[in-house]
T-cell receptor, first 115, second 111 residues
Framework: GAGVSQSPSNKVTEKGKDVELRCDPI?????LYWYRQSLGQGLEFLIY????????KSGLPSDRFSAERTGGSVSTLTIQRTQQEDSAVYLC?????????????FGPGTRLLVL | DAKTTQPPSMDCAEGRAANLPCNHS???????VYWYRQIHSQGPQYIIH???NNETNEMASLIITEDRKSSTLILPHATLRDTAVYYC????????????FGAGTTVTVRA
Protein backbone atom coordinates (compact mmCIF):
# COMPACT_ATOMS: atom_id res chain seq x y z
CA GLY A 1 0.00 0.00 0.00
CA ALA A 2 0.92 3.66 -0.14
CA GLY A 3 3.50 4.85 2.33
CA VAL A 4 3.92 8.18 4.04
CA SER A 5 4.13 10.99 1.53
CA GLN A 6 5.54 14.46 2.02
CA SER A 7 5.48 17.60 -0.06
CA PRO A 8 7.27 19.44 -1.36
CA SER A 9 10.29 17.18 -1.70
CA ASN A 10 12.57 20.21 -1.83
CA LYS A 11 12.00 23.79 -0.76
CA VAL A 12 14.31 26.75 -1.14
CA THR A 13 13.26 29.92 0.59
CA GLU A 14 14.67 33.24 1.64
CA LYS A 15 15.41 34.11 5.22
CA GLY A 16 12.37 35.63 6.88
CA LYS A 17 9.79 33.91 4.70
CA ASP A 18 7.20 31.44 6.03
CA VAL A 19 7.07 27.85 4.77
CA GLU A 20 4.52 25.06 5.02
CA LEU A 21 5.47 21.42 4.84
CA ARG A 22 2.84 18.76 4.30
CA CYS A 23 2.63 15.15 5.44
CA ASP A 24 0.13 12.51 4.36
CA PRO A 25 0.37 9.56 6.75
CA ILE A 26 -0.40 5.96 5.93
CA UNK A 27 -4.17 5.51 5.83
CA UNK A 28 -5.51 4.36 9.16
CA UNK A 29 -2.46 5.36 11.17
CA UNK A 30 -3.51 7.28 14.24
CA UNK A 31 -0.10 8.52 15.33
CA LEU A 32 1.95 11.07 13.40
CA TYR A 33 5.40 12.44 14.14
CA TRP A 34 7.62 15.20 12.81
CA TYR A 35 11.39 15.07 13.05
CA ARG A 36 14.19 16.99 11.47
CA GLN A 37 17.63 15.86 10.46
CA SER A 38 20.40 18.32 9.85
CA LEU A 39 23.32 17.42 7.60
CA GLY A 40 25.35 14.69 9.27
CA GLN A 41 23.24 14.83 12.39
CA GLY A 42 20.82 12.45 14.00
CA LEU A 43 17.06 12.64 14.29
CA GLU A 44 15.60 15.52 16.26
CA PHE A 45 12.05 14.97 17.49
CA LEU A 46 9.73 17.90 16.90
CA ILE A 47 6.10 17.01 17.58
CA TYR A 48 3.78 14.04 18.02
CA UNK A 49 0.05 13.69 17.32
CA UNK A 50 -2.01 10.78 18.57
CA UNK A 51 -5.67 10.62 17.73
CA UNK A 52 -7.63 13.37 19.42
CA UNK A 53 -5.17 13.82 22.26
CA UNK A 54 -3.28 17.04 22.79
CA UNK A 55 -0.07 16.91 20.73
CA UNK A 56 3.34 16.61 22.34
CA LYS A 57 5.05 19.79 21.16
CA SER A 58 8.04 19.44 23.44
CA GLY A 59 10.52 19.16 20.58
CA LEU A 60 9.60 22.32 18.70
CA PRO A 61 12.75 24.48 18.83
CA SER A 62 11.02 27.86 18.96
CA ASP A 63 7.62 29.53 18.73
CA ARG A 64 8.27 30.06 15.01
CA PHE A 65 7.45 26.39 14.56
CA SER A 66 3.90 25.08 14.68
CA ALA A 67 2.03 22.07 13.37
CA GLU A 68 -1.52 21.04 12.79
CA ARG A 69 -3.20 17.78 12.02
CA THR A 70 -6.60 18.13 10.43
CA GLY A 71 -9.22 15.41 10.65
CA GLY A 72 -6.75 13.03 12.21
CA SER A 73 -4.96 12.59 8.91
CA VAL A 74 -2.93 15.17 6.99
CA SER A 75 -0.49 17.30 8.94
CA THR A 76 1.16 20.62 8.14
CA LEU A 77 4.35 21.88 9.74
CA THR A 78 4.70 25.65 9.49
CA ILE A 79 7.90 27.56 10.05
CA GLN A 80 7.48 31.31 10.31
CA ARG A 81 10.20 33.84 9.63
CA THR A 82 12.63 31.15 8.55
CA GLN A 83 16.27 31.36 9.58
CA GLN A 84 19.31 29.77 7.98
CA GLU A 85 19.65 27.36 10.90
CA ASP A 86 16.23 25.94 9.96
CA SER A 87 17.83 24.35 6.89
CA ALA A 88 17.45 20.61 7.31
CA VAL A 89 15.49 17.59 6.14
CA TYR A 90 12.07 17.52 7.76
CA LEU A 91 10.80 13.99 8.18
CA CYS A 92 7.29 12.83 8.92
CA UNK A 93 6.44 9.38 10.26
CA UNK A 94 3.23 7.61 11.16
CA UNK A 95 2.33 4.53 13.12
CA UNK A 96 -0.84 2.48 13.46
CA UNK A 97 -1.09 3.17 17.16
CA UNK A 98 1.12 4.25 20.01
CA UNK A 99 1.30 1.16 22.11
CA UNK A 100 3.37 -1.92 22.62
CA UNK A 101 5.17 -2.86 19.46
CA UNK A 102 4.20 0.19 17.40
CA UNK A 103 6.52 0.94 14.55
CA UNK A 104 7.08 4.31 12.93
CA UNK A 105 7.14 4.45 9.14
CA PHE A 106 8.89 7.43 7.61
CA GLY A 107 8.23 9.50 4.56
CA PRO A 108 10.93 10.62 2.12
CA GLY A 109 11.36 13.98 3.81
CA THR A 110 11.29 17.61 2.70
CA ARG A 111 14.69 19.19 2.16
CA LEU A 112 14.48 22.79 3.28
CA LEU A 113 17.17 25.28 2.36
CA VAL A 114 16.95 28.78 3.78
CA LEU A 115 19.14 31.27 1.94
CA ASP B 1 24.41 8.10 26.68
CA ALA B 2 24.25 5.57 23.86
CA LYS B 3 22.25 2.47 24.63
CA THR B 4 23.65 0.60 21.63
CA THR B 5 27.08 0.10 20.14
CA GLN B 6 27.61 -0.66 16.47
CA PRO B 7 30.73 -0.86 14.31
CA PRO B 8 31.10 2.34 12.30
CA SER B 9 31.37 0.64 8.94
CA MET B 10 31.48 -2.66 7.13
CA ASP B 11 31.77 -3.91 3.58
CA CYS B 12 29.82 -6.76 2.10
CA ALA B 13 30.02 -8.56 -1.24
CA GLU B 14 26.92 -8.49 -3.39
CA GLY B 15 24.96 -11.72 -3.10
CA ARG B 16 26.50 -12.62 0.22
CA ALA B 17 24.85 -12.42 3.62
CA ALA B 18 25.56 -9.28 5.61
CA ASN B 19 25.70 -9.74 9.37
CA LEU B 20 25.41 -6.51 11.32
CA PRO B 21 26.17 -6.70 15.04
CA CYS B 22 24.74 -4.53 17.77
CA ASN B 23 25.59 -4.51 21.46
CA HIS B 24 22.98 -3.39 23.96
CA SER B 25 24.30 -4.71 27.26
CA UNK B 26 22.13 -2.45 29.42
CA UNK B 27 18.84 -3.34 27.73
CA UNK B 28 15.94 -3.64 30.13
CA UNK B 29 13.26 -6.29 30.10
CA UNK B 30 10.62 -4.20 28.39
CA UNK B 31 12.83 -2.72 25.68
CA UNK B 32 12.59 -3.89 22.11
CA VAL B 33 15.44 -4.00 19.62
CA TYR B 34 14.60 -2.08 16.46
CA TRP B 35 16.53 -1.79 13.23
CA TYR B 36 16.14 1.00 10.71
CA ARG B 37 18.25 1.96 7.74
CA GLN B 38 18.71 5.15 5.81
CA ILE B 39 19.75 5.10 2.21
CA HIS B 40 21.47 8.26 1.08
CA SER B 41 19.03 11.19 0.69
CA GLN B 42 16.03 9.10 1.73
CA GLY B 43 13.96 8.89 4.89
CA PRO B 44 14.68 6.17 7.46
CA GLN B 45 13.21 2.78 6.56
CA TYR B 46 11.97 0.36 9.18
CA ILE B 47 13.51 -3.09 8.84
CA ILE B 48 12.58 -5.31 11.74
CA HIS B 49 12.19 -5.42 15.51
CA UNK B 50 12.07 -8.00 18.26
CA UNK B 51 11.85 -8.46 22.00
CA UNK B 52 13.56 -11.76 22.75
CA ASN B 53 12.68 -14.21 20.01
CA ASN B 54 14.41 -14.30 16.67
CA GLU B 55 12.40 -12.60 13.95
CA THR B 56 12.33 -12.84 10.18
CA ASN B 57 10.53 -10.84 7.54
CA GLU B 58 10.92 -10.25 3.84
CA MET B 59 13.81 -7.89 4.37
CA ALA B 60 15.95 -9.44 7.06
CA SER B 61 16.37 -11.68 10.06
CA LEU B 62 17.03 -10.54 13.60
CA ILE B 63 18.91 -12.81 15.96
CA ILE B 64 18.82 -11.79 19.63
CA THR B 65 21.08 -13.55 22.11
CA GLU B 66 19.48 -15.36 25.00
CA ASP B 67 20.70 -12.76 27.50
CA ARG B 68 19.45 -10.04 25.14
CA LYS B 69 22.69 -8.11 25.47
CA SER B 70 23.43 -8.23 21.77
CA SER B 71 21.78 -8.90 18.45
CA THR B 72 22.62 -9.41 14.80
CA LEU B 73 20.74 -8.17 11.78
CA ILE B 74 21.14 -10.48 8.82
CA LEU B 75 20.55 -9.39 5.25
CA PRO B 76 20.50 -12.80 3.58
CA HIS B 77 21.51 -11.78 0.06
CA ALA B 78 22.91 -8.27 0.00
CA THR B 79 22.37 -6.18 -3.12
CA LEU B 80 23.87 -2.86 -4.12
CA ARG B 81 20.60 -1.21 -3.07
CA ASP B 82 21.25 -2.33 0.50
CA THR B 83 24.09 0.18 0.79
CA ALA B 84 22.94 2.43 3.62
CA VAL B 85 23.48 3.45 7.21
CA TYR B 86 21.93 0.87 9.52
CA TYR B 87 20.71 1.91 12.96
CA CYS B 88 20.11 -0.37 15.90
CA UNK B 89 18.05 1.16 18.69
CA UNK B 90 16.45 -0.12 21.85
CA UNK B 91 13.24 1.36 23.11
CA UNK B 92 10.22 0.72 25.20
CA UNK B 93 7.62 0.69 22.46
CA UNK B 94 4.78 2.20 24.48
CA UNK B 95 5.19 5.86 25.43
CA UNK B 96 8.75 5.88 24.04
CA UNK B 97 7.99 7.41 20.71
CA UNK B 98 10.82 9.92 20.34
CA UNK B 99 13.14 7.96 18.10
CA UNK B 100 16.81 8.77 18.31
CA PHE B 101 19.50 7.25 16.15
CA GLY B 102 23.16 6.90 17.03
CA ALA B 103 25.92 6.88 14.45
CA GLY B 104 24.89 3.51 13.06
CA THR B 105 26.87 1.23 10.77
CA THR B 106 27.62 2.39 7.25
CA VAL B 107 27.24 -0.71 5.10
CA THR B 108 28.73 -0.67 1.63
CA VAL B 109 27.76 -3.52 -0.66
CA ARG B 110 30.33 -4.04 -3.39
CA ALA B 111 29.81 -5.78 -6.71
Amino acid sequence: GAGVSQSPSNKVTEKGKDVELRCDPISGHTALYWYRQSLGQGLEFLIYFQGNSAPDKSGLPSDRFSAERTGGSVSTLTIQRTQQEDSAVYLCASSPFSGEGETQYFGPGTRLLVL
Amino acid sequence: DAKTTQPPSMDCAEGRAANLPCNHSTISGNEYVYWYRQIHSQGPQYIIHGLKNNETNEMASLIITEDRKSSTLILPHATLRDTAVYYCIVRVAYNDYKLSFGAGTTVTVRA
